[in-house]
């Protein structure tokens, strides 16, 4: 499966962004989607994940880091996943990658993805 990520930029902080990552190549309802990012000189980090349609009704997951501020959703007809994010803070700054596992359950939390989008820039300025 091919994933392209989009919707990142230039936001002030207190501000809302909504990313967006589409895919292509295969069934995308069977794919768990996840969000992480990696802000400039960190390891990548696990910010929002929500299982396929055939695991526990797409279930979503975040830590608690971005619990209440952070919410992804996936629109299975557009093959699309959405990470809202709202209130953001400059330590929101970094790079926000897509990612796919098959039929994976949250695990991918760990494992990471099979596939990668390109990643796309937020930048929150104080």
């Known amino acids: 499966v091919q994933l392209q990520a989009s919707g990142g930029g230039l936001v002030q902080a207190g501000g809302s962004l909504r990313l967006s990552c589409a895919a292509s190549?295969?069934?995308?309802?069977?794919?768990?989607m996840a969000w992480f990012r990696q802000a400039p000189g960190k390891e990548r980090e696990f910010v929002a994940a929500?299982?396929?349609?055939?695991?526990?009704?797409?279930?979503?997951n975040y830590p608690d880091s971005v619990q209440g501020r952070f919410a992804i959703s996936r629109d299975n007809a557009k093959n699309t996943v959405y990470l809202q994010i709202y209130s953001l803070k400059p330590e929101d700054t970094a790079v926000y990658y897509c990612?796919?596992?098959?039929?994976?359950?949250?695990?991918?939390?760990?494992?990471?993805?099979?596939?990668w989008g390109q990643g796309t820039l937020v930048t929150v300025s104080s």
């Open positions: 190549g295969r069934t995308f309802s069977d794919y768990t």
């Open positions: 990612a796919a596992r098959y039929r994976s359950t949250l695990d991918i939390i760990s494992t990471g993805g099979a596939y």
């Open positions: 929500i299982t396929w349609s055939g695991w526990s009704g797409s279930k979503t």
